[in-house]
């Protein structure tokens, strides 16, 4: 007979989260209580979990692409002179 997989697996606590993604739990909290795009969690009692998976997705959704115009501008406008009025 197998045995049965633990109710809460891949679930952590917030502390757990919090040092797995090298930040502090007010910086974690912080997140979960945004208005807008708050990290998703289980609140259980006092406990806040955090859904592995679901919190990776988010940190993905979250990624941000640098613009490669924007730094081609900015190059442009650094190697050219300033005009002086």
């Not at 502390?15 to 974690?28: G, I, L, M, Y």
């Not at 730094?71 to 442009?76: I, S």
Request: proline fraction near 11%.
């Amino acid at each position: 007979m197998t045995q049965p997989e633990p109710f809460l697996q891949g679930y952590v606590d917030l502390q757990q989260f919090a040092a797995e993604v090298d930040r502090s739990p007010r910086t974690v909290r912080l997140w979960m209580d945004s208005p807008r795009d708050a990290l998703p969690y289980v609140q259980l009692g006092s406990r806040r979990l955090v859904h592995v998976e679901t919190a990776r997705k988010w940190l993905f959704s979250r990624l941000r692409q640098p613009n490669p115009d924007r730094r081609r501008r900015r190059r442009n406008r650094i190697e050219q002179p300033v005009p002086r009025r």
